[in-house]
């Protein structure tokens, strides 16, 4: 499966019928960044001489079982959010890994845990900093999922929107997801072509410069293309009363009572309950 493939899947689970996916997105995009912000600014608490900061744990697994729970009552596949995580956390996982082979600055003391040729030192102080890094970084990628799987990218522009997010940025990332779908339509009819014509770019039978030659002039008339169907969506604009101060319009959606029970609750679980446990511990 390509990722134009996961591209239409990621929009295809959106559609389920679930109480989170039936939610407003306001609550859902309001949750999710309070989610992101609350678990980023979690601080690394140091209680007398202990090194694993045991408040942060409990944190952690009380912002996290609130995923959990939310993306059990949406329905989704267990199977979409781990191959969806495995398939993003490589891009933050290079900073992570290097976290252990520098000194910390939560500590004044370093325990060495292994030594290595040319200098090279892993500290045991280092190793816990960098696991709670990776634990904030798969919290918040979890509830990124979880908006994603839940709410249609339609469904995020009209709530961004109802939120007075500036309305250049909607219309630019509206006019984003509507073309990024004609994007992927032409990509899997350049596909088609090629194994009409039973070309492989892995087929290592071809000379290399061959496959790079095919490849290469199938990316330029698909940058071509690209350049030629954004003139005409910008003349087809100009000529309906498009300028630059038009905006979108999204009608007024009051939120229902239930949702207003439910934003309010999410809000209060993920902002008291790490304090609650900060305090206790």
Known sequence: MTLIDELFDIEREAYRKSPVHAMDARVKLILCLLALLVT????????DDQIIAWPQ??????????????YFLSGSSIRYYFVRLLLIMPFGLFFIILQPFFGNPYYDVYHV???????????????VFGISLFAKFVISLSFIILLSATTTMQGMLEGAARLHVPKLFITVMSLTIRYIFVFALVFQKIQSAFAC???????????????????????GSLFVRALDQGERTYTAMCCRGYESDSSMHFRKKPLAPAEWIFLLFGAGYVILFPVLVYLIF
């Open 57 to 70: 744990i409990f944190a952690f697994v009380v912002i996290y079982m609130l995923f959990w729970g939310l």
């Open 40 to 47: 980023v600014l979690l601080p690394y608490v140091r209680i």
């Open 113 to 127: 845990l292994f030594s290595f040729p040319f200098g090279i030192t892993m500290y045991w102080e280092s190793l």
């Open 197 to 219: 014509k039973c070309f492989r770019w892995s087929d290592r039978r071809l000379p290399l410069g061959y496959r790079l030659n095919v490849i290469g002039n199938a990316a």
